[in-house]
């Protein structure tokens, strides 16, 4: 059973940027490449939104609000994945969570959630 672990979130101010992480812990790393990567948020009651996700193949795409402004990214050596948020504003505050989907199988891994908070 893999375990994806999250860390970087915090409290911010708006303008500012976190850079959140997350690692996965028992995957192989050919297993790590093949595997599309992702994050998702959910603000106090709304519905989980997907805000950026990175192929096997380096392809990246952003939820319309983030782009130009939060970068995904991986690492393959370290197996870890991040989130670069920048120009963060007070409607980026949510708990974000890691996802990711075997290519080989289609089970599905969640992380346990950061919580980011920006203030105004």
């Known amino acids: 059973q893999e375990q994806l672990v999250e860390s970087g979130g915090g409290l911010v101010q708006a303008g500012g940027s976190l850079r959140l992480s997350c690692r996965a812990t028992?995957?192989?790393?050919?297993?790590?490449?093949?595997?599309?990567w992702a994050w998702y948020r959910q603000a106090p009651g709304k519905q989980r939104e997907l805000v950026a996700s990175?192929?096997?193949?380096?392809?990246?795409n952003y939820l319309d609000s983030v782009r130009g402004r939060f970068t995904i990214s991986r690492d393959s050596p370290k197996k870890q994945v991040y989130l670069q948020m920048n120009s963060l504003i007070v409607e980026d505050t949510a708990v974000y969570y890691c996802n990711t989907r075997l290519y080989y199988s289609n089970a599905e891994y969640w992380g346990q959630g950061t919580q980011v908070t920006v203030s105004s």
């Open positions: 028992r995957m192989i790393t050919s297993v790590f490449n093949g595997n599309t």
């Open positions: 990175i192929t096997s193949g380096g392809t990246t």
